[in-house]
């Protein structure tokens, strides 16, 4: 099946700093990928849609000058959290839509558990 | 308001028991509806999809049923093993290229 990778899987940051999480669909294009957001027990909530070649689309309540989206490529979006704080602290999934085949299908990345100290 | 909800919100069971998660839905229009299992820690990985037409798939011990009439499906796990302990989502698609709608999940334990 397709692959979704993202990178890095771990990171463990201080206050203040910026992280950058990538997400990168490894044998397929996807002009779409999602980023999610989950804590622990709860289920997983949208962030933000990124869309190659234009601007996110951020989801209410969700800040666009603190999670920076970059969608560059037909391969690759990068998450960055800026002025990073400990309420950051969270695990970050990513997913690309694969529109070719049938139905379209979305894939998810292995996520990234970010720590804020 | 599109919506899924899941029950029951957490299970235990002994090992080699079968079992039966539900998912109901209020989302339009529909496209598809997905079973997920999600490790703790991990990103989810897809169990099923099925579309309007399909009533069941099977992927080896899991079996989803969709009834787009009642908005209603079902995961039936047979002969469960410790390595099922996880959290089930099921996760509705309206329109392609949208964002999923997502249930909360069913986190399943099962024990020996």
């Known amino acids: 099946g397709a692959v979704v990778s993202q990178h890095p899987s771990r990171v463990i940051c201080k206050s203040g700093t910026s992280v950058k999480i990538e997400c990168r669909s490894l044998?397929?294009?996807?002009?779409?990928m999602f980023w999610y957001r989950q804590f622990p027990k709860k289920s997983l909530m949208l962030m933000a849609t990124?869309?190659?070649?234009?601007?996110?689309?951020?989801e209410q309540g969700v800040e666009k000058d603190k999670f920076l989206i970059n969608h560059a490529s037909l391969t690759l979006s990068t998450l960055t959290v800026t002025s990073a704080h400990p309420e950051d602290s969270s695990f970050y999934i990513c997913?690309?839509?694969?529109?070719?085949?049938?139905?379209?299908?979305?894939?998810f990345g292995p996520g990234t558990r970010l720590t804020v100290l | 308001k599109n919506q899924v909800e899941q029950s029951p919100q957490s299970l235990i069971i002994l090992e080699g028991k079968n079992c039966t998660l539900q998912?109901?839905?209020?989302?339009?229009?529909?496209?598809?509806l997905r079973w997920y299992k999600q490790d703790t820690g991990r990103g989810p990985v897809s169990l099923t999809i099925?579309?309007?037409?399909?009533n069941t798939k099977s992927n080896g011990r899991y079996t989803a049923t969709l009834d787009a009439d009642t908005k209603q499906s079902s995961l039936h796990i047979t002969a469960s093993q410790l390595s099922d302990s996880a959290s089930y989502i099921c996760?509705?698609?309206?329109?392609?290229?949208?964002?999923?709608?997502f249930g909360k999940g069913t986190t399943l334990s099962v024990s020996s």
């Open positions: 997913s690309a839509w694969r529109t070719s085949g049938s139905p379209d299908t979305q894939y």
């Open positions: 044998d397929f294009q996807a002009t779409t």
């Open positions: 990124s869309n190659e070649g234009s601007k996110a689309t951020y």
């Open positions: 998912c109901n839905y209020t989302v339009s229009p529909f496209s598809n």
């Open positions: 099925m579309t309007f037409s399909e």
């Open positions: 996760v509705v698609s309206g329109r392609a290229g949208t964002a999923l709608i």
